[in-house]
């Protein structure tokens, strides 16, 4: 005899996913300054609910920065017989690791033209974000900030988590989305809106 599992039903921070999806959806279909009326709702209710989401990052929190790229050094080996000078690769120096101004790519958090400094809590992430072809050269920095990943299936039959606790979730997870570079202009428009509105 085949029994069926009873699983739990779906609480109210699904809704809140669900909103954000809804959100994504129109803004990357239609208008990006002329919104509807439900996506305006729903940056009225992010703008809201922003004073519960403050935190203080605690010092000493590692976070990794990586960029296409080096600089070079020149070095110079002297020989008994000869001097040899040549240029070595060096990772790029705090200067270098800024955000380079007037940056004409698209980003999770800004528009073309627009600069952003994009940190990651592994240096992993921060490696792929910067989408490195076989055998590129990658300056990569530790600096010193916080991010969880819940189970979502959890949350989501998790009664005690809000419906303002799915959408918070949903933004946590579009910003760490893996993007493809041919679709980078269209899906980062939704976080370019909530990164304007923060």
Known sequence: MATTETRP??????????????????????????????????????????????????QKKIFWRARLGCEYEQVTT??????VVYDEKRPYKREGMKPIPNWQGEGRANPRGIPSLYL??????????????????????????YHSMDSMVGVFRDHTKTVEDGIWIAIDRAFAEPVSKEDEARDYLPTQIIAELF
Do not use: M
């Open 120 to 145: 990651a809590t592994t240096r992993d992430t921060a490696l792929s974000e910067v989408r490195p072809w076989l055998g590129a050269t990658i300056s990569v920095a530790q600096l010193q900030k």
């Open 78 to 83: 002297t020989h008994p017989d000869i001097t």
């Open 9 to 58: 039903p779906l609480g109210p921070a699904w809704i809140g996913w669900e909103s954000y999806n809804d959100f994504a959806t129109s803004v990357k279909s239609g208008l990006r300054y002329v919104r509807s009326k439900a996506s305006e709702q729903f940056l009225a209710e992010i703008r809201a609910s922003c004073a519960t989401r403050r935190l203080v990052i605690p």
